[in-house]
């Protein structure tokens, strides 16, 4: 398969192996958020906040300019009433109709105002990282239920941030400072603000564990981040198992192996927010080469979203691209959930019934059983209920041993019980697995006495 970035460069896909599944840390986030690219309002004027309900959308994302927001200096940059503020009309509906669904937004803060980095392009850091914290400021009151803050958009590439140069540490360290700086002033506006730091591509000038190692403040430190941004577009189909791409390019397939790219530079785990993942139908189009049928970018969109699901907290959220495909034309992105004129594809399904956080099922299980009461007829008591009709799948797990399943009928809302039952089962910890439909995966963990 064949991607070209929206540069124009094109690149090949490598055979792949088997890998192992990393195993993951604790984060913030107790599930994986469904997330969505989508507008405040659609083509023929109505409001999409009923589709991005339907589809069980946790979270929105947006793009705020920087650039277009204060395209002249304001006298008080931390004050989102200063005048010299233009803020997007579109995003104040968005916020307004988001709080009303319950749906949480996340900003893309990207593109500096020549008055700030010497009259050079928006892709051009601030000559002072000091006044994009103001004007982070500024927006995290202007909108203050807003707690996700992706900064700077595939800074990696040197046609989304400049400075940058081809394997090169200067794009690396400058935006190192400029996330650092960010992190500071979203803190002090509200210590629950979430920031979301690197938001490479798959490729990239330089590539996402070249960026990563080179992102370091100027004393030695790298710089202070809550969640690690990447967007994973696919070289391939979905597959955890396939072997990590040749040449530092990390795709969906590489979820993993970004976690310990991230483990390296940081000692630590870190959560990934993967804010953008897509693939076209019909044809290519001068963003993407690559594209599948409509069939199979459903396909796609199930994988992706099954497999962040397995990964449990080591991802913090997932995004598709987008709702809408481009206007219908030779060359348009049609990698949306619908068409441009609202026709539903075959992905909108897919997307519906992928795992959401809102729709994650409640779970109750006791913290520990004997082996002769888990060999009972009573087995291990687990109730749960869904928020979601549909299939619930209950299991017993030692490592990657499957030690008991159940499966079940369930309806939204109302209570089920699995009773789990093993002869197999040896003492120690075990996890108890359950997925529900469109709900995303919630584990316990059971000693067994």
């Known amino acids: 398969?064949?991607?070209?970035?929206?540069?124009?460069?094109?690149?090949?896909?490598?055979?792949?192996?088997?890998?192992?599944?990393?195993?993951?840390?604790?984060?913030?986030?107790?599930?994986?958020?469904?997330?969505?690219?989508?507008?405040?309002?659609?083509?023929?004027?109505?409001?999409?906040?009923?589709?991005?309900?339907?589809?069980?959308?946790?979270?929105?994302q947006f793009t705020l300019s920087w650039a277009h927001a204060a395209p002249?200096?304001?006298?008080?940059?931390?004050?989102p009433?200063?005048?010299?503020?233009?803020?997007?009309?579109?995003?104040?509906?968005?916020?307004?109709?988001?709080?009303?669904?319950?749906?949480?937004?996340?900003?893309?803060?990207?593109g500096s105002p020549g008055w700030a980095n010497g009259g050079r392009a928006p892709i051009w850091r601030p000559d002072r990282a000091q006044n994009m914290g103001d004007f982070l400021?500024?927006?995290?009151?202007?909108?203050?239920?807003?707690?996700?803050?992706?900064?700077?958009?595939?800074?990696?590439?040197?046609?989304?941030?400049?400075?940058?140069?081809?394997?090169?540490?200067?794009?690396?360290?400058?935006?190192?400072i400029l996330l650092d700086n960010a992190y500071a002033a979203l803190k002090?506006?509200?210590?629950?603000?979430?920031?979301?730091?690197?938001?490479?591509?798959?490729?990239?000038?330089?590539?996402?564990?070249t960026f990563l190692r080179r992102m370091r403040l100027p004393n030695g430190r790298p710089p202070r981040l809550d969640w690690l941004g990447h967007n994973p577009f696919p070289f391939r189909f979905p597959n955890l198992a396939d072997r990590p791409l040749a040449g530092g390019y990390r795709d969906i397939s590489d979820v993993d192996t970004i976690s310990r790219d991230v483990r390296r530079v940081y000692g630590r785990a870190i959560p990934l927010w993967l804010s953008e993942y897509t693939i076209q139908s019909d044809h290519g189009s001068t963003v993407f080469a690559s594209y599948v049928s409509r069939a199979v970018q459903a396909r796609y969109l199930t994988a992706g979203f099954r497999l962040v699901d397995g990964l449990g907290p080591a991802v913090a959220g997932l995004g598709w691209?987008?709702?809408l495909d481009e206007p219908e034309a030779s060359d348009s992105a049609n990698w949306g959930l619908m068409t441009y004129d609202l026709q539903r594809k075959p992905v909108f399904a897919a997307m519906r019934r992928a795992p959401s956080e809102r729709l994650r099922p409640a779970v109750k299980a006791a913290p520990a059983i004997s082996r002769g009461g888990l060999r009972g007829p009573s087995g291990l008591k687990v109730a749960i209920t869904p928020r979601a009709a549909g299939a619930v799948v209950v299991e017993l797990r030692r490592?990657?041993?499957?030690?008991?399943?159940?499966?079940?009928?369930?309806?939204?809302?109302?209570?089920?019980?699995?009773?789990?039952?093993?002869?197999?089962?040896?003492?120690?910890?075990?996890?108890?697995?359950?997925?529900?439909?469109?709900?995303?995966?919630?584990?316990?963990?059971?000693?067994?006495?």
């Open 1 to 60: 398969m064949l991607l070209r970035s929206r540069a124009g460069t094109v690149v090949t896909t490598a055979l792949v192996t088997f890998v192992a599944l990393l195993a993951v840390a604790p984060a913030a986030a107790p599930a994986a958020e469904k997330a969505l690219w989508g507008p405040a309002t659609l083509p023929d004027g109505s409001s999409p906040f009923r589709l991005y309900e339907e589809l069980g959308v946790d979270t929105l």
């Open 72 to 79: 002249t200096r304001p006298a008080a940059p931390a004050d």
């Open 81 to 110: 009433a200063d005048p010299a503020y233009r803020w997007p009309a579109e995003l104040s509906v968005a916020a307004t109709e988001a709080a009303r669904h319950g749906i949480r937004l996340s900003l893309l803060v990207t």
């Open 137 to 176: 400021t500024a927006a995290a009151r202007r909108y203050p239920a807003v707690r996700r803050w992706m900064i700077w958009g595939e800074p990696n590439r040197a046609d989304r941030f400049r400075p940058n140069a081809r394997n090169s540490a200067v794009g690396p360290r400058a935006y190192a």
């Open 188 to 209: 002090r506006a509200n210590r629950r603000n979430i920031v979301i730091g690197a938001n490479t591509w798959t490729s990239g000038t330089v590539r996402p564990p």
């Open 321 to 323: 691209v987008g709702l």
């Open 399 to 449: 490592g990657a041993s499957v030690r008991a399943r159940v499966r079940l009928g369930g309806r939204a809302g109302r209570r089920v019980t699995a009773r789990l039952r093993s002869a197999s089962a040896t003492r120690g910890r075990h996890v108890v697995s359950v997925r529900a439909a469109r709900g995303a995966t919630v584990r316990r963990t059971v000693r067994v006495r």
